[in-house]
C-alpha cells in the first residue's frame, strides 16, 4: 500500500515539474546575447545608457545565416511586430517610447533596443 502511494506521489511530483519548466520556457526570455544561434561569429555589442534615467541604447550585430536570423527572431519572442518582412522585425510601444528591432541584411543580423 505504501509503496503504491509513493509511486502515485513521485508521479504526480514529476508531472508537475514538466508542466511547470514547460510554463517556465515561455516566460523566460533570453537576453539577445544569449539569443543568437551558436554558430554567430564577427559579434559586437554597443550599450549606451543616459545618466540614471531609464533611458538606453543597445546594438548587437552578429553574422549569422538566414535559418539562424529567424531562429533568433522566435528566441527573442518578438511580439506581433507593427512591421514584418522576413528580414526586419520591428516592435514599438510609442506610450512608453519603446523600440526593439531585428535586421537581417547582407549575412549581418542587426538587433537594436531603445527606450528613450
Known amino acids: ?5 509513493s509511486i502515485a506521489i513521485g508521479f504526480a511530483f514529476g508531472v508537475a515539474a514538466c508542466i ?5 520556457k515561455r516566460v523566460i526570455v533570453p ?3 544569449q539569443a543568437l544561434p551558436f554558430g ?10 543616459n545618466g540614471f534615467l531609464p533611458d538606453f541604447s543597445y546594438k548587437l550585430e552578429a553574422k ?6 529567424h531562429r533568433f527572431v522566435r528566441r527573442m ?3 506581433a511586430p507593427s512591421r514584418q518582412s522576413d528580414t526586419l522585425y520591428v ?3 510609442p506610450d512608453k517610447e519603446y ?8 549575412g549581418i543580423l542587426c538587433f537594436e533596443e531603445s527606450k528613450d
Do not use: Q
Open 40 to 49: 554567430a561569429t564577427s559579434i559586437k555589442e554597443n550599450i549606451y545608457v
Open 64 to 69: 549569422v545565416t538566414p535559418n539562424g536570423f
Open 20 to 24: 511547470l519548466l514547460s510554463v517556465g
Open 99 to 106: 523600440r526593439m528591432s531585428a535586421e537581417y541584411r547582407d
Open 31 to 33: 537576453t539577445p546575447r
Open 91 to 93: 516592435f514599438e510601444e
Open 1 to 5: 500500500m505504501k509503496s503504491k502511494r
Open 77 to 79: 519572442r518578438f511580439p
